[in-house]
């Protein structure tokens, strides 16, 4: 793994770090979707960052996720723990650990097939000007961006203005209107962003937006029990709509 930096453009912009050139790059270009959320989340943020990722993975999708404390940790947990892909983008160098809470998701994620990424120089620690940047990455690196937990301002929120800015797709999970780490995303839902109210919502905006089925739950009628010829016909309707 401790290879030479290798790098590709990404945004234009900033060349993009990483371990293992092929890896990453096969990891990188395959569909998947940005899990983020609030640093001190609530037990309901890390809870719905985890279902989040379970269903994203079940559902054959990549998960990226920028490795903080708290929601983005949970959702890339969930992601590795259900046997699936994590993209883990760092705001520090590729080979630097930050947060230190982020060490055992870091090697987990590589060991299991992931990637760890960054737009900042090789050994370069964290600095509060390369986050903005990072977040944007996160928003990049996928066709949506699903916000558990954001106030406002904050990271979060700021990645999810440069999803908007980059056309990607909003999934945000309303809460309640005295948490001030669910002001956020209510403000995102009132302003046009694919409101989660349930698993089952995550699971049709998934198959909405990738034209892929979620097929190992065991008690979803109709998707569970579907025979390859009919799941591919699914496939298709899915993506016309």
Known sequence: MRSATNCIPVMGCFPLLFWNFPMCRRRCSSVATSIIGAR??????????????????????????????????????????????????????????????????????????????????????????????????????????????????????????????????????PGSILSPESRGTNYLIANGACCIIDEESIEMAISRIYGTLRYSRPDAPGIADLDPTHSSWAVKILKKE
């Open 40 to 173: 001190k989340a609530s037990p309901y943020g890390l809870a719905v960052a985890e279902l989040a990722a379970k269903v994203a993975v079940e559902a054959g999708v990549t998960v990226v996720s920028g490795g903080a404390v708290g929601c983005d940790q949970a959702s890339g947990w969930a992601a590795v723990n259900a046997g699936g892909r994590h993209v883990l983008v760092l705001g520090t160098g590729a080979d630097v650990v930050y947060p230190r809470s982020s060490a055992g998701l870091i090697a987990r994620t590589i060991d299991t097939g992931g990637a760890v990424v960054s737009i900042s120089p090789w050994g370069m620690g964290p600095r509060k000007f390369a986050f903005p940047r990072r977040n944007r990455v996160i928003a990049a690196l996928s066709q949506a961006l699903f916000v558990s937990e954001a106030g406002m301002p904050s990271g979060t929120f700021s990645t999810a203005e440069a999803a908007m800015d980059l056309g990607r797709e909003l999934l945000a999970v």
